[in-house]
């Protein structure tokens, strides 16, 4: 469907005129078909994106490269989605696009179906959902069993004759100038799709793969040569893009001179940088810019010099041309098929639902992949529920990984309760994962969630250093993240009861977490594995079926993971009466929707302590801390000793969990005042007025013993208060009074030491 590049020649003559090249760039498409100009979005949608890719080529006739660096499928809009993607493929055909990096989200059902289906020629019988025009290339992607390329060479039935590749690189002649393109997917791949999808390919050093690969290129002629990658910067600053504190930037300071430009991608970012006399840019995502790269190149020399290197708004360019007009109609009629489609497969309802179920977000608004969330857990639930029955493994517990979240589920606008939809529910989860039972240790569960905070498969902190897991119904998980890196999860348990690190628990997860995905390679030693067969998608149409038919499925926001940080200085035991102190974090889910305590109340046992405040402000951060509280309570008096616990609950959340404390003896305090201070033997008559306290208690009972002078009194105390007369001295000289409070079964005893002196006269 795209037109083939004009080709003036493939020899520059002798003392050739410098030739004007234009490279054209998109990146994590991502299956936007429609235009999006929602909450400050601006996405193009992909007839405009495809007539403005057009436009921008009439400025340069035949000497125009579209490109691309991955993610163009994959995490797709329902209307893309629910037909493999096929409308996305049919758009960018049209718009002509010549070649793009892999990204990982190509690889999302794996290997076989990316060149098997997507890189396959279309044929309406044998593979009516593939037939991409465009040559695909990674050469750090390479075969296990001979380490080739991975990837394909489709050029035979590309637009262009002249272009050629190798799976690795793509090579096409413009103007007389041959351009060289290297491919790249980031290095993260095995943890970012299904292990299983790739397991018979290996990923190798971008730097290394491109440098290597950019050599040969220019030893076979190329006087241009591009990086395509899937791999990008952090924010959108020069420096972080140059940093070898990132991976990107390490790409950046890492790749030789014989690469001109490095087109990016996999953060979602736009920038356009130079960067050692080079452009390092980004279009951003889904459709809403496109990079412009023009450069003036000597094919006697191979001198490259950039004239133009900018963003372009891809909705901002009227079509003039008619080729660019045409292109946006026929792609236009693509869409709105797609759309007619997807409307009837979509409409469907499934169920009712109470309220929102939102994935985290910061306090910008953007995604937080860091935080729990109530979409998260009611994904995880569902997935528990639907292996539950003992031929799916019985499932007691299972988890779900934040990035297999697309989207919100929100329901038909108009209020709460709302109708859900089986678009609106085929969204959230578009990947078409199966669910996987097997068997785990409480230890291995722990790994897991140790595993929450992120190394990949190098043992360096990734992209997103931080990945929440959802986690079902029933369990719930402290930790203190300041403890040390592998030990910072502090409890678990099941249905009110402690996971025994010893005992067996049958576990749930998609087939993407089973594998190892996202860097959760504990789920690796999960034995008796079983893939049940189930899809993730009908997991949740069965089970609003059977829970949101006809009664709205209410949104659980209770916290299934909840942060604990007892002071360095913490006692190993509290008495009663005494302050016991600790941090507490991960009390709220992040939307406003959200239901939020503004206090849990406090339990010792049975006894009610009070309660502390929750600070619930969102920041910037990508963890689950929000939901904070500074806790200082006191024991009070009513509080059994022995081993109890702190019990905490929200009363909006639901939120609720205890913690083991031991709690001992509040600590007795007895004074002692003694009349009159002179004493006379054999005449006066000494009074003892006592008193026992004890912090925290109100009433102090038990019994006081007080020797002295050779005899022995016993009082009771009354209202912790007691009066002893003693007898007369019958002998001169100082006299120890031993006052002793024997304590009771809340406070432990005391005892004072009195020393008069007894005179003559």
Known sequence: MAAPLAVISTAAPANAAPVTIQILATNDFHGRLLSNTSNGAQEAGAAQLAGAVKQLESDHPGTTVFTAAGDLIGASTFESFIQRDKPTLDALNAAGLDVSSAGNHEFDAGYNDLVSRVMAPYDATTNPEGGANWQYIAANVRKKSDSSYALPDVTARTPDANDASDGGTWTTTVG??????????????????????IADLKISSIIDETNAAADRLKADGADVVVLLVHEGAPDTTAASASSNANAFGRIVNGVDGDVSAIISGHTHLAYNHTINGRPVVSAGQYGTNLNRLVMSVDPDTDAVSVTTNDIVRANTVTLTDQTAIDTKAA????????????????????????????????????????????????????????????????????????????????GVAGGFPANLTYKQAAVVQPFANTLVNMKMTGAQIKTVLEQQWQRDGSGNVPTRPFLRLGVSEGFLATYDAKRPEGDRVTGMWLNGKAIDKAASYSVTVNSFLASGGDNFRGFNAGTGKRDTGRVDLQAMVDYLAAKAATTPLAVRSEQRQVGVSWAADAPRFYRIGQDVKLSLSSLAMSTAADAKDAALAIKA????????????????????????????????????????????????????????????KAKGALKVRTKPERVVKGKTRMRLKLKASALGLSKVTGKITVKAGGKTYTVKLKKGKAFVRLDRFANTGKKRIVVSYAGNRK???????????????
């Open 176 to 197: 007389g100038v041959k351009i060289g393109f290297v491919g790249g997917v980031t290095e993260e791949l095995p943890s970012l799709v299904s292990p299983s999808g």
């Open 331 to 410: 792609v236009t009629t693509l869409v709105s098929d797609a759309v007619t489609k997807a409307d009837v497969l979509g409409a469907r309802v499934l169920g009712k639902i109470a309220g929102p179920f939102n994935r985290a977000k910061l306090a910008d608004g953007t995604e937080n992949r860091g935080g729990e969330s109530t979409a998260g857990n009611l994904v995880a639930e569902v997935q528990r529920w639907a292996t539950s029955t003992p031929e799916a493994g019985g499932a007691q517990i299972a988890f779900m990984n934040p990035g297999g979240l697309r989207q919100d589920m929100t």
């Open 605 to 664: 046992g049975d006894v009610a302590l009070g309660s502390t405040a929750v600070d619930n402000t969102i920041g910037t951060s990508p963890f689950d801390d929000y939901g904070t509280s500074a806790v200082s309570v006191k024991l009070k008096g009513k509080t059994k000793t022995g081993k109890q616990v702190l019990t905490f609950t929200g009363a909006s959340t639901g939120t609720t969990f205890s913690l083991p404390i031991d709690v001992r």
């Open 747 to 761: 406070i432990r005893g005391d005892r004072e030491v009195v020393v008069v002196k007894v005179r003559r006269r």
